[in-house]
């Protein structure tokens, strides 16, 4: 009788019903308050809802009841590092390592909280002890890699900590380690286990076949270092140069996160945010990706905030503010605001479209503003202010958010509706003229477009709901005949994207653009250097991705940025894509065609979305990347190895590419 409730505790907490097994385990102690393994279990509730404070009392309390069971210890560790009590969560996982010395994470965030004190030489120690349990630990050398950076004390007295000496039994370990340090991107961390290896190789003979590898290691490793350390003065000497440029900080920043610098990078990019908040920060996924990480998305929308109320006419501090509430997690509040700058586009994109008198703004022909190649600087929509002229049908005058809903006032006579179903999508491929196709599109007279054109949910983002996806849509004026669309490119290549979308939008008409794959890898890689979301070489970036294709076969598309060869593997994702669409919702195009002509293939488009022609005074490229030209023997390479999947698509879609 009397653990029923903390039975129910159990039940209800298997179920997701985490408030009720509160209460359930809340009663359980009430009922029996010497019973350690009820508080335990609502210390794990209390994980689950985020309560760190009370469940760091609750797992005290079941330590106290039961000081030998090792998990209670180890949430509890947990709980103090969400509050960033290093020093008590530090001692609570030594506990637990006392009680069990098998477990690698306890070694892990032991490691953590030691790295926040600053303990170099014990975060290391444990981080090895980690590595030795499982080397697989998700982020563990890049841990292991920051902290050996860090400590000034000889590496053989740091292993006195850790007793794991170098002998012929272990040898093997530490010549394995520099490698995966090497591999993830902490050459200077490798080069410490490589000198350490090489100074102690005459005492491990059965190492000593490994030398001549080691040695190459190790000199290749020196060069990444070098390289390093230049992009690093490089950078920081033009932040001094240019101390009021964003792009400076910006570049800045996106190096110091490749060395693994979170700090300094986190730093560097909210410095660039604060010098000019008017601009698309929303697209940079690694400077929101720092931010995450360094736990600064709470300073970052604040600073989002006082300037949407600052300039409640500017647009793209409202996406940046959506970007950075919905990072945390606070989605119904990004709705809002993505809805307020979706009406204040609608409002100019439709006086445009009925007058011709107005401009399309930037924003709405998805023309998406990148660092220019020359300059790394942005260019700025409307005049070098990025702000949108909206004015209201009935006054000319601009509409702004209400004060207090933050909400934008809709003219009544207007009748504008929300989007409910997109009628196009443009799903591919990275590189391959989507941004330009797009950009004709959004001048016709019957298509309105979303505040971004890229919104890549089906691929990355399908977790934040059809409501989060749906308000980047403008409101449509009823009784009109517009349609609306967007481009997403990561929509191609991904897994889940097909089913997803086909589950909401199965009466979608989708659009993808197929380049050359060998121009569309080499694009793609300097599209990525320019942005500063690539840092190996080319060649680096090629060995790297046959290195894991050829591991694991089955993974096509890997986490890493890139994928230069998968993606253009076209084959295996149009097959995915025919199997929930049609030919007719499915128009392939080849993008060497829409180069050279760009007003047939624009017809075409508008021909299988059942609108009338248009013809533009230009057709400029919208998106353009210039760079040296590329060793022959790269090309020839990369041909080589799409030639047989090319010949594929030409087989299953029954037309010719002529792809060289």
Known sequence: ?????????????????????????????????????????????????????????????????????????????????????????AAAYRCEIALNSDFAWSFCNLGDALTKLKQWDEAIATYLKAVEID???????????????????????VLEQSQLQITPKNGEFYLQLGKNLAKYDRPKSAIIIYNFLLTNMPSCAGLSGELEELLQQQEKCVR?????????????????????DCWSYYNLGAVLSHQKYWEEAAAAFFQALKINPDLPWWFYYNLWEVFVRQNKLDEVEKLCREVVAAKPEAFWPYLNLGEALTRQGKIAEAIDFYRTVSYKQSFASIISKRTGKMPV??????????????????????????????PQADTGKMPVPQQETGKMPVPQNWNLKPVKVPNFIIIGCQRCGTTSLYTYLAQHPQILTPIKKEMDFFSWHFD???????????????????????????YFDSREAPERLYSLFPEAKLIVLLRNPVDRAISQFY??????????????????????????????????????????????????????????????????????????TLKQVLEFLDLPEYQLSEYQNANPGSYQPVNESVRDWLSDYFRPYNQEVEEYLGRQFDWE
């Not at 689950?48 to 309390?61: F, G, I, M």
């Open 527 to 600: 599209r990525l250097t320019g942005l500063n979301w690539e840092a190996r070489s080319l060649d680096r970036a090629i060995s790297d991705e046959v290195e894991r294709l050829n591991q694991n076969p089955e993974y096509i598309i890997g986490e890493e940025p890139g994928n230069y060869l998968a993606r253009g593997r076209y084959i295996e994702f149009i097959k995915k894509w025919r199997t929930f669409f049609p030919p007719e919702q499915l128009l392939i195009l080849k993008s060497e065609d829409f180069y050279a002509g760009a007003a047939t």
């Open 1 to 89: 009788m009397d653990n029923d409730y903390h039975d129910l505790g159990n039940s209800l907490q298997e179920s997701g019903r985490f408030d009720e097994a509160v209460a359930a385990y809340k009663k359980a102690i009430e009922l029996n308050p010497d019973f350690s393994w009820s508080y335990h279990c609502l210390g794990d509730v209390l994980l689950k809802l985020e309560k760190w404070e009370e469940a760091v009392a609750a797992y005290k309390k079941a330590v106290e009841l039961n000081p030998d069971f090792s998990w209670s210890y180890h949430n509890l560790g947990d709980a103090l590092l969400k509050l960033r009590r290093w020093e008590e969560a």
């Open 464 to 490: 934040r709901g059809i409501d989060w996806y749906l308000a980047h849509f403008p409101p449509m004026p009823s009784g009109e005949q517009f349609v609306t669309g967007e481009a997403s490119p990561s």
């Open 361 to 390: 703004p930037q924003a709405d022909t998805g023309k998406m503003p990148v660092p220019q190649a020359d300059t790394g600087k942005m260019p700025v929509p409307q005049a070098d202010t990025g702000k949108m002229p909206v």
């Open 135 to 157: 080397g697989d630990l998700p982020g563990i050398y890049d841990k292991l890699g920051y902290a050996l950076r860090q400590t000034e004390s000889d590496f053989n007295l």
């Open 224 to 244: 990444e270092a070098l390289e390093e350390d230049r992009a690093l003065a490089s950078s920081r000497a033009t932040v001094a140069q240019k101390p009021d």
